[in-house]
């Protein structure tokens, strides 16, 4: 009996994966969104367009305002500027800082930059990623200026 | 001391996870119920047992389509007095009603037979045999009724609803019935409220059914609106339908959700919310007429709906409140004992600025190995949707999703499940797809009550892979 099990579960897992590689193999093009509807985002978006984003895929951890213009990848500093933005003495090492301003995105681009472009690892854990229209948007924004607008 | 620890470990290991689920948590829906069920009459209903159809088809009310638990025979939400019955009898881990025969040796270590539900004797309920034996009875079966759930019943049985006695004390046929549906969640660092329910069912006669469900969704802060995100209360459902009548028939009409594939309760699967049917969203819901029939085995579901622009909150009352786009949605095939296999397809028509076209299809099925096999308690099920969407620029593109997963079911109440997600939300653009990893463990101690405990690690397709943990707890009645 053990083995008729062992056989049905053999045979489950099988056509389970065998399906599951077939029908995922389907998926995946070739173009980047740039390349294949170039107008699908603003040339030039402005902050306006930016700041959806951030509020539905970021806001809602990175609460808090380190507007703070070091850009200096310094995790301590800024947890001790966002500690005092919270009327708090400090704030626990390794949280990262807050982004509900455009001042404070732009304080904090090289993390954001690296979260969303290199590493592809925000939101965090298994929450979906920003799609391919959202990613493109922040891309036109930073790159639109040397300095992102918050205009 | 050696016997005691098991008991201690499974003590402190269920307390654990329930002041994390306390302090937290979600829950439940149930394609894979429906998909189990077959396995054994006794689930649904008290004795007796014998399976034996009505000759006629269109008499038949057995079968495994949503309607079987819900009030909605689309899926979803409240449950009928068969649902109840199904959690209080078969989904706990302590049953609260009698315990479907085949389960009796199925409890988990110390979780055995003190319950009351496998009493081993000869004291289980037995309902009416037949609707005439039902409506012979009916002034003794209704006097057995003990439901603070419900309130009032009809004078008489109808011949194609649900009958008094059938499902022990539960009121089978209430005049108003009241639910509520609570979900915590806790996704570290995060503990939300994820969702509140409460639904509210009038059937002041026969065939007229009114079912109106009041809710809201949840975020860290708790139900206050934020920026582009409406987290009042809302009509999620809001409906007036004519049914109980032949083959299991039905029309409705008001606010709904569209009936499209697997109605899973994980509002985060790709194949819900890529495709405009995330139970959590109310942008999701749609107005319209829907109607369908489940003679049995078959089944079927069509829907004629309008719907607000893709990502507008329509009005929180105002059930018409709707847009210039109107869509279609069909949902059919067989559901029978021990498989199912199902095709769907949904159609959406408006302009560009209102979130475009789409054609989306899918396939779907489910096999259940555990009616054949008591000794292979596994239910397998998959979900396939793919087809067009326009992008906000009007260029036209398409897209894809896949869902599957097997659950094992080694004790009442603990359910291990595995499932695989997978999406390419546009088949044109490299690098966009990700697949999602799941393993859980969902827990159901009493009825009304499932924790649900999810390691979840997704994968996109350039950048790294990270991994969560994700625990909910279901309240619900």
């Keep these: 009996m053990k083995a008729e099990k062992a056989r049905v579960m053999r045979h489950i897992c099988t056509s389970t994966m065998v399906i599951a590689v077939v029908l995922t193999a389907c998926g995946s093009g070739d173009l980047t969104l740039n390349q294949a509807d170039p107008d699908i985002v603003a040339q030039k978006p402005t902050w306006a367009h930016v700041e959806p984003i951030i509020q539905r895929e970021c806001v809602p951890c990175h609460t808090g305002r380190d507007e703070t213009p070091n850009n200096d990848d310094n995790e301590g500093d800024d947890d001790l500027r966002l500690g005092d933005a919270r009327n708090k003495p400090t704030a626990p090492m390794g949280e990262d800082p807050g982004l509900e301003s455009c001042l404070s995105v732009v304080a904090n681009l090289e993390d954001v930059i690296e979260s969303i472009f290199e590493k592809n690892d925000m939101p965090p854990g298994a929450w979906p990623r920003l799609d391919s229209k959202e990613q493109l948007t922040i891309r036109r924004w930073i790159d639109a200026n040397p300095v992102p607008s918050c205009e | ?477």
């Design chain 2, 1 to 477: 001391m050696k016997p005691d620890m098991p008991r201690m470990l499974s003590t402190i290991w269920l307390a654990s996870i329930m002041v994390m689920a306390g302090l937290a948590s979600e829950a439940a829906a149930t394609p894979m119920y429906a998909a189990r069920s077959a396995r054994t009459c006794d689930n649904c209903h008290v004795g007796p047992n014998e399976w034996v159809d009505p000759v006629q088809v269109s008499l038949r009310k057995c079968n495994m389509s949503c309607q079987s638990c819900h009030v909605d025979p689309a899926g979803g939400g409240i449950r009928n007095a068969s649902g109840r019955f199904f959690g209080e009898s078969t989904l706990p881990m302590i049953a609260t009603s009698p315990r479907p025969t085949d389960d009796w040796d199925r409890n988990a270590p110390f979780f055995g037979r003190r319950d009351r539900a496998t009493s081993y004797n000869d004291s289980l309920p037995e309902g009416p045999t037949s609707y005439e034996d039902a409506a012979l009875r009916f002034a003794a079966l209704e006097q057995a009724i003990k439901d603070g759930w419900t309130r009032g019943s009809h004078a008489a049985p109808e011949r194609y609803g649900l009958l008094q006695g059938r499902y022990d004390k539960l009121n089978a046929d209430p005049v108003v019935r009241v639910g509520a549906d609570v979900r915590l969640a806790m996704l570290s660092p995060l503990y939300f409220p994820m969702q509140v329910d409460v639904p509210v069912v009038v059937h002041p006669t026969h065939h007229l059914t009114f079912l109106v469900n009041t809710g809201a969704r949840g975020r860290p802060s708790g139900y206050s609106d934020s920026f582009q995100r409406d987290n009042s209360l809302y009509f999620r459902e809001a409906f007036v339908m004519l049914h109980e009548a032949p083959n299991q028939a039905y029309i409705k009409a008001g606010r709904f959700v569209p009936s499209f594939g697997l109605r899973l309760d994980d509002h985060t699967s790709q194949i819900r919310r890529s495709f405009e049917l995330d139970g959590g969203l109310p942008e999701s819901r749609v107005s319209g007429v829907e109607i369908g029939a489940m003679p049995n085995y078959p089944f079927v579901n069509l829907a004629w709906f309008r719907m607000a622009a893709r990502d507008r909150v329509p009005d929180s009352w105002n059930i018409t409140d709707v847009d210039g786009g109107w869509g279609t949605a069909v949902n059919a095939g067989w559901r029978d004992l021990s498989w199912s296999l199902g095709a769907s397809a949904m159609l959406r028509r408006r302009p560009v600025a209102e979130g475009g076209d789409t054609s989306t299809y899918g396939v779907y099925g489910v096999l259940n190995p555990w009616r054949n096999r008591r000794n292979l308690p596994l239910t397998y099920q998959f979900e396939y949707d793919w087809g067009s969407l326009q992008r906000s620029s009007g260029a036209r593109t398409d897209q894809a999703a896949l869902y599957h997963e097997l659950n094992y079911v080694p004790y009442n109440g603990i359910i291990a499940l595995l499932a695989h997600d997978w999406s390419d939300p546009d088949t044109q653009i490299i690098d966009d797809e990700a697949h999602r990893l799941q393993v859980g463990l969902q827990v159901t101690p009493i009825s009304a009550v499932t924790l649900d405990a999810r390691f979840r690690v997704l994968k996109p397709a350039s950048g790294k892979t990270d991994s969560d943990v994700f625990v909910q707890m279901h309240l619900y009645r």
